[in-house]
DNA sequence: TAGATTGTTAATCGATTAACAATC
DNA sequence: TAGATTGTTAATCGATTAACAATC
């Protein structure tokens, strides 16, 4: 209801929830319930309003959520209802892909400036933005109040950039070079590499598909 | 130390472990203590005795954890020490971004085959794979021996790509696409859709203006 | 031996779920 | 009104942390 201390857990979910909402929302689906929502995405309803009662009362009784108030709402929580900057650094593959997105996307985070430190790359052309050398970063960031850095560079580099970012005086930072970062305390970091997801599913798999016999680990 | 329910959370930290101590490798570090892991990766020393006490007595008392040996066993219990053939659906700039890390990969986990529906990309090369058309995915799964799909289509394809997937004998899914997937109970799922964690870090920029601490809010 | 650090149990903390009065 | 569904409190469940005997 009021301010209470949000767990990251919460957080996390409420882009799910807008994911899903939006799939209703282009459904044209006009009202929803806990329950709904707790089938699609395999969460348990009384979870779902309550993490959304953290934030207020977006619900009708006897009714359930209507779409595109809630679409409102989360996406005010999540602060996308203002211009969010973004810069990123590492014009590789990866790195033009998230470019990419941009384009497509519709809410307020834009990808504004694009870094790398290779020659041949520098000056080139993604989509409108022009390819800077690292030694612009901090201007740039701070010329066009950039408040988030991503970081899409091989791992040993990935520090270093970093460290510039938080130089520049970035706010957050979404990391997808496979590296362990220290930063400030202030600083907050998200972690999208994928490096993790794979592994952790690795896991997760049969023990063997050719039957081979593996002991079990006891000593 | 035997079988016991292994949490989702403990599962997720160990390929964290396993980047931090493969650091430690390059960097001729013998041993290490959970305190100094802990204090890399801002965790709990316990909780890292805890997590790797779940498969099996690794450390030694008074020294700490040998690092080669506990990546060794790291890597036994993510199944990394068996070949691990993975197939990836979209060859667009992410997928090729994934195809290259490949490259410099050296665990057992390969990416095999690229898949793809458009026909101008059908034929051409990434790497040193021929990217093919859909139909051709079922039994290039069977024949390959191909446990994981990766998803990288825009995300109103990617329902139909992950059933595809399930539809060819795949037993996990590391999904890039920002989309809600239904699947069988069967299919591990794992999301790498880097807008959850953008969108996620977005909620906690500007603290600093909510910075008003007012205690304890009651009503 | 003295110091360090594990593996593990017990205590704490936090997150999820169930239940239900309020109410649309 | 009767049925549905919220917001919220209380109960449960699970995960993290502290503490410490064992021991290198």
Not at 106 to 111: A, L
Not at 122 to 126: L, P, V, Y
């Given at each position: 209801m009021k301010q209470a201390k949000i767990s990251e857990a919460v957080v996390r979910r409420l882009p799910i929830y807008l994911q899903v909402l939006n799939e209703l929302y282009n459904r044209e689906v006009q009202t929803v319930s806990s329950q709904e929502l707790g089938l699609k995405l395999d969460l348990n309803p009384a979870q779902i309003r309550k993490d959304l009662a953290y934030f207020g009362d977006f619900g009708r009784k006897g009714i359930g959520y209507d779409v595109s108030y809630l679409i409102e709402k989360i996406q005010q929580i999540l602060k996308l209802d203002q211009r969010i900057n973004v810069a990123l650094v590492g014009a590789g593959n990866l790195g033009h892909a998230l470019c990419n997105y941009n384009k497509y996307s519709?809410?307020?985070?834009?990808?504004v400036a694009v870094f790398d430190d290779h020659q041949n790359k520098?000056?080139?052309?993604?989509n409108n933005l022009t390819i800077l050398p690292m030694d612009k970063l901090k201007e740039t960031v701070q010329e066009n109040n950039i408040r988030i850095g991503i970081i899409t560079v091989p791992g040993p580099e990935a520090q270093n950039v970093a460290n510039q970012f938080v130089e520049a005086g970035i706010e957050g930072i979404l990391n997808f070079a496979p590296a362990i970062l220290r930063l400030p305390e202030h600083i907050r970091i998200h972690h999208a590499d994928f490096t993790r997801e794979l592994l952790s599913l690795a896991y997760?798999?049969?023990?063997?598909r050719n039957e081979q016999e593996n002991g079990a680990v006891v000593d």
């Open positions: 519709k809410d307020n985070m834009k990808i520098i000056g080139t052309m993604i997760y798999l049969e023990k063997e």
